[in-house]
């Protein structure tokens, strides 16, 4: 099979062939067709976020087809001990051991994966490949934040590429008020969250033209966390939803006084993910996809760290 390796991270990824994998107990082959690319993967290929073995196959939103020809979904989470005190607390996203696709279990650049079947996911019927792709992180780990920033109005999108233009499609499905964040002169970004329903759209260092009720974090750079809760209102809440985040400077106690909210999200669950892709056909949401050949996987990941993608990058990787 045709597969793309990270052998090390900071260095291009390497296309390559390999012998087709064998499922264990509990485990199933799937045909992948297509496997979106996602900022986590950037940040592994990077070193930023530590790989669980080396040679590594990336990709964690996987679309494809078993032998019995149904179609589905493998996400990041994609193992958990089911025994540990997180998981019996519903949180299996915290699990201490838990294992992820595309960073310890080799993931979606390439021809076929193995899976764990209990971490299958069932996939809108209504949505192509290339466009249920970017659901599969972007979409999972937007709608626990979402949920996570509470019920206000005013809602503020900080970095509007692949996670926040569909979770401004949710939001405005259910009657908020979206406000984009983005670098000053990424005019193609504005223009897509105006497209998709917000109101506003501008730079994610200034205010906004009115004060937030929640902000969602979905660029990495640690000086929007002061950015957000300078825009956000008393009570507010503010969540950063990346894996790696730079580091966060110094900021006042008085911007985040006034019972203002700061807090992370990690992974998600399948209790989200099925929630997620019942609600998403409903909408429905329509994602904004890049192309790219299964040997395109380094060039996806230059122009996502440049910034440079309009919504999310796909990798079609074979026709079902």
């Known amino acids: 099979m045709r597969e793309v390796l990270l052998d090390e991270p900071g260095r291009p990824l390497r296309a390559g062939h390999a012998e087709m994998r064998r499922p264990g107990r509990g485990e199933v082959l799937i045909k992948v067709h297509a496997c979106g690319v996602c900022r986590t993967d950037l940040h592994i290929r990077d070193g930023e976020v530590e790989a669980g073995h080396l040679p590594l196959i990336l990709g964690h939103q996987i679309v494809g087809s078993l032998a019995d020809g149904r179609r589905v979904g493998v996400p990041w989470l994609g193992w958990t001990d089911n025994d540990c005190e997180f998981c019996d607390r519903g949180l299996e996203n915290l699990c201490p051991n ?33 466009e249920v792709a970017p659901l599969l992180c972007g979409g999972l780990i937007g709608f626990r934040a979402l949920r996570l920033a509470g019920d206000g109005a005013r809602l503020g999108l900080y970095g509007f590429g692949a996670a926040a233009h569909i979770i401004c499609q949710v939001a405005v499905h259910e009657g908020r008020r979206v406000f984009a964040f983005t670098r000053p002169d990424d005019d193609a970004a504005q223009l897509l969250a105006m497209q998709l329903g917000a109101e506003w759209a501008g730079d994610s260092m200034a205010l906004g033209p009115e004060p937030l009720d929640a902000a969602i974090i979905f660029a990495p750079a640690g000086e929007l966390v002061p950015a957000a809760l300078r825009a956000t209102a008393p009570g507010g809440v503010v ?23 700061l807090r992370s999200v990690a992974n998600l669950t399948r209790a989200d993910a099925h929630e997620f892709l019942e609600l998403a056909p409903r909408i429905p949401i329509r994602t904004t996809v890049q192309e790219f050949a299964l040997e395109e996987a380094e060039s996806a990941l230059d122009l996502l760290r440049a910034g440079k993608i309009e919504g999310a990058a796909v990798l079609r990787v074979q026709q079902p």
Not at 241 to 261: C, K, N, Q, T
């Open 98 to 130: 838990a294992r992820f696709t595309g960073r310890d279990i080799d993931g979606g650049f390439a021809e076929y994966t193995v899976a764990d079947e209990r971490y299958l996911l069932p996939l809108p019927d209504d949505m192509g490949d290339m």
């Open 239 to 261: 969540v950063c939803a990346g894996i790696h985040m730079s580091d966060i400077p110094s900021f006042p106690y008085s911007i985040l006084w006034e019972e203002r909210v």
